[in-house]
């Protein structure tokens, strides 16, 4: 079980049997819905609640794959593997959102969001 233990080892799988070396930020956003609040003149306040998907923040190695590819990529489930906790994140029918920067100076990529249209997690 996780518990209270986070990080270790982490990969990226993709349908297509491809690897993503985690490298960094990993955010899962699980919910399905944002809320905002507004305050109307008269004081009182009011709540309006959007719905969104799952979905998650990855940063990783550059490893020179083709991104273009990666963007253009048919929906496909996406899992993220955390060796240390036990903890498996699959994103059903997902696919990459984003403009991707790619750090030259320590061979990252970033800006990319993995959004699915469902979410399991599994162990831990």
């Known amino acids: ?3 209270n233990d986070f990080g270790g080892r982490m990969s990226v799988r993709l349908s297509s049997g491809a690897y993503l070396s985690l490298r960094g930020t990993f955010s899962v956003m699980r919910g399905r819905q944002s809320n905002e609040a507004i305050t109307n003149q008269d004081g009182s306040t009011d709540r309006i609640g ?3 998907s799952p979905r998650a923040n990855v940063t990783f190695k550059d ?3 083709d991104l273009d590819a990666l963007m253009t990529a048919p929906r496909q489930n996406i899992v993220i593997t955390e060796e240390f906790t036990g903890v498996t994140h699959h ?3 997902a696919f ?3 403009d991707s920067d790619n750090n030259r100076l320590n061979g990252e990529v970033s800006g990319l969001t993995i959004v699915g249209e469902d979410y399991r997690r599994t162990g831990g």
Do not use: N, Q, R, W
Request: glycine share 20%; no cysteine; aromatic share 14%.
């Open 1 to 3: 079980m996780a518990g």
């Open 50 to 52: 959007t719905p969104t």
């Open 63 to 65: 490893s020179g794959a």
């Open 91 to 93: 994103y059903i029918s």
């Open 96 to 98: 990459f959102t984003g």
